[in-house]
C-alpha cells in the first residue's frame, strides 16, 4: 500500500512509520522536520495546519491520521485536496464521559469528561468532523499506549525507580485500575482494518484485561529484575505530583476489537521489551516530571 502517516517523529506514529515500512508498504509522512526521520519513509514537510497544496492530487491508500488533536488538524488534511481510498483517525478515550456505565462501549454517548477535559473535547469534535465528512473513515479509541519509543514519563518513571533501588510511592492500597495497549498491537490492528474493511468503524482499542497499578508497577520493577517494596500515599495527597497517572479509572470494552484480533502482547512481554529500549534510550522522555524530587521532600 502507498500510505500517509501523520507525524512519523515519536512514539506512536514513529513506530508505526516504521512498522508499516517493515511490512513492505511505502510511506509518506507528514511533520515539521524537527526531528530525524525514519529510514525509508518519504517526507512532507510542514505544519499540518499550512499545507498548501503540498497533497493536492496525491493518492495514497491510506491516511492514518495519529498526530490529530483537533477539528482543525482533521479539517486542513481533508480540505488538501489529498486523495485517499482509506481514512483512519486515532481519537481517545477521554472522549467518554467519566459518568458513563463501565466499561465504556462505542455505542454510548460521548461528550465532556471532567479528568481530559479540552483534550478530550477536542478530539471528539475530530471524530465528529471526520464521519460528517468521511463517513467511512475509522475511529480508534485507545486507553493508554505503551511500548518502545514512549516518550511521556509513565514507565520510564517506574524504571527509573526500579533502577535506583527506590520504594515506590502507591497511591492507596493501589487498586486503581489501568487499561494499556502496545503500540505493535495498535499497528496489527491497522493491518487488519485495512484488509479486512469490517462494516463497523468505531474501535476501542486496548487490552482486553486491565490491571491494577500495584500490578503495573510490579511488572515494570520485574523488567529490571527488582521487586518493588510499596510506601502507600493518602488519598489527600495530589496524586499526579508524585505519581504518572490522573486520579481516575476506567475501563474499555473491546470486544469488538477481539473479534477481528483475538490475541495482544501479554503485558509484562511489552513492558520487559519498553525497558530493554529505555535503558539503552534514557533521554526518550522530553520532560521529565519532578515526581522523586517531591517524593524526597514531601513524602
Request: proline share 6%; with cysteine; hydrophobic share 35%.
Amino acid at each position: 500500500m502507498n500510505l500517509l502517516i501523520t507525524g512519523g517523529t515519536t512514539f506512536v506514529s514513529r513506530f508505526a512509520a516504521e512498522y508499516f515500512i517493515s511490512e513492505g508498504h511505502a510511506v509518506t509522512v507528514l511533520n515539521r522536520g524537527s526531528r530525524p526521520q525514519v529510514n525509508g519513509v518519504t517526507l512532507i514537510e510542514c505544519d499540518r495546519t499550512q499545507l498548501g497544496d503540498r497533497l493536492r492530487g496525491i493518492r495514497f491508500d491510506a491516511i492514518l491520521d495519529i498526530t490529530a488533536y483537533t477539528e482543525e488538524h482533521v479539517r486542513t488534511l481533508i480540505e488538501s485536496g489529498v486523495l485517499f481510498d482509506d481514512y483512519l483517525l486515532v481519537s481517545s478515550s477521554a472522549v467518554y464521559p467519566e459518568t458513563n456505565p463501565q466499561p465504556f462501549k462505542e455505542e454510548q454517548g460521548c461528550g465532556y469528561n471532567a479528568i481530559w477535559r479540552d483534550y478530550g473535547m477536542n478530539k471528539l469534535q475530530a471524530e465528529r468532523y471526520l464521519t460528517r465528512h468521511v463517513p467511512g473513515a475509522y475511529i480508534l479509541r485507545p486507553p493508554y499506549f505503551y511500548g518502545i519509543y514512549e516518550n511521556i514519563y509513565r514507565e520510564g518513571f517506574v524504571f527509573d525507580c526500579a533502577m535506583q533501588d527506590r520504594p515506590f510511592y502507591l497511591p492507596g492500597d493501589g487498586g486503581m485500575k489501568l487499561q494499556f495497549f502496545h503500540v505493535r498491537d495498535f499497528c496489527r490492528f491497522i493491518d487488519i482494518l485495512l484488509e479486512k474493511h469490517p462494516e463497523r468503524k468505531i474501535f476501542n482499542v486496548g487490552n482486553p484485561e486491565p490491571v491494577t497499578v500495584k500490578e503495573w508497577v510490579t511488572l515494570c520493577y520485574r523488567a529490571a529484575g527488582k521487586t518493588p517494596a510499596f510506601v502507600s500515599v493518602d488519598k489527600s495527597v495530589v496524586q499526579r505530583d508524585y505519581f504518572c497517572f490522573h486520579d481516575y479509572e476506567y475501563v474499555l470494552d473491546v470486544s469488538r476489537q477481539s473479534s477481528l484480533m483475538p490475541e495482544t502482547i501479554p503485558l509484562e512481554q511489552g513492558l520487559a521489551e519498553e525497558y530493554e529500549w529505555y535503558r539503552e534510550h534514557p533521554d526518550s522522555v522530553y520532560f521529565k516530571k519532578p515526581y522523586m524530587p517531591y517524593i524526597d521532600q514531601n513524602l
